[in-house]
């Protein structure tokens, strides 16, 4: 698709993906992940990074703690309110290092 300005000149070319597109990644994905259910996606994909063949595997703490995305740092293509989150002192409970640990520690990390 082509976008153009008011005055008829091409302002940028984009794709779109259909409702189709997105629900057959999100099911390869899933396949691929051995993901059935959403309660815990954050550490379905902690455990993806951290098995990866990847040098350095780099979790954000927002998704060991498992704030979903109102604790983003940062949204792509806004100038405000970004880099505001901060670590709340405690929110890393020992039950969560723990797991965290075991997972490094299973993957060699």
């Known amino acids: 698709m082509t976008l153009r300005s008011a ?3 091409v302002r940028a ?7 189709e597109d997105v ?6 994905a899933r396949a691929y992940l051995h993901f ?3 309660s815990e996606i954050n550490w379905v994909m902690i455990r993806a990074v951290e098995a990866s063949v990847a040098d350095v595997a780099t979790v954000p ?6 704030l979903g995305s109102m604790a983003r740092m940062n ?3 806004t100038v405000i309110g970004n ?3 901060r670590y709340r002192p405690g929110a890393l409970s020992g039950e969560l290092s ?3 640990r075991s997972l490094v520690t299973l993957c060699d990390r």
């Open 13 to 19: 070319k984009a794709t779109a993906r259909t409702p």
């Open 23 to 28: 629900r057959k990644e999100h099911d390869f």
């Open 83 to 85: 880099w505001k989150w």
């Open 61 to 66: 703490l927002q998704d060991v703690v498992g």
């Open 36 to 38: 059935d259910d959403d």
């Open 75 to 77: 949204l792509p293509g």
């Open 98 to 100: 723990a797991r965290l």
């Open 7 to 9: 005055g008829g000149r």
